[in-house]
């Protein structure tokens, strides 16, 4: 079973960054589509950005696109948000979730994934 694990967490002032990691244990080299999502107080959970760990081919909501960055490292099976300009409205917890996969598609929505991390608080104060 793969078990995702976030970290980097924080908070930060509007304009800064944060860099935030998933290491997904279990998953023993497998082809996985792995995503972050984020759910702020009283809102639905939304996909920030997703990413095919066989192709590296990432996608981006249009609320983070070209701010937020995903990369990889192959070898420890771990994926990392960087988050740069960030807004107030960028708080929220985000959780990293994970999905073993045969096809060039990772999911937008939640029942896409199988796997969840316990989610890691981000803060921004304007």
């Known amino acids: 079973e793969v078990q995702p694990v976030e970290s980097g967490g924080g908070s930060v002032q509007a304009g800064g960054s944060l860099r935030l990691s998933c290491a997904a244990s279990g998953s023993s080299g497998s082809r996985l589509c792995m995503a972050w999502f984020r759910q702020a107080p009283g809102k639905e959970r939304e996909v920030v950005a997703r990413v095919d760990t066989g192709t590296l081919f990432a996608e981006y909501s249009d609320s983070v696109k070209g701010r937020f960055t995903i990369a990889q490292d192959v070898k420890n099976d771990t994926i990392f948000l960087q988050m740069d300009a960030l807004k107030s409205e960028d708080t929220a917890i985000y959780y990293c979730?994970?999905?073993?996969?045969?096809?060039?598609?990772?999911?937008?929505?939640?029942?896409?994934?199988?796997?969840w991390g316990q989610g890691t608080q981000v803060t921004v104060s304007s």
């Open positions: 979730a994970a999905v073993r996969t045969r096809v060039s598609y990772c999911s937008y929505t939640e029942g896409g994934y199988m796997y």
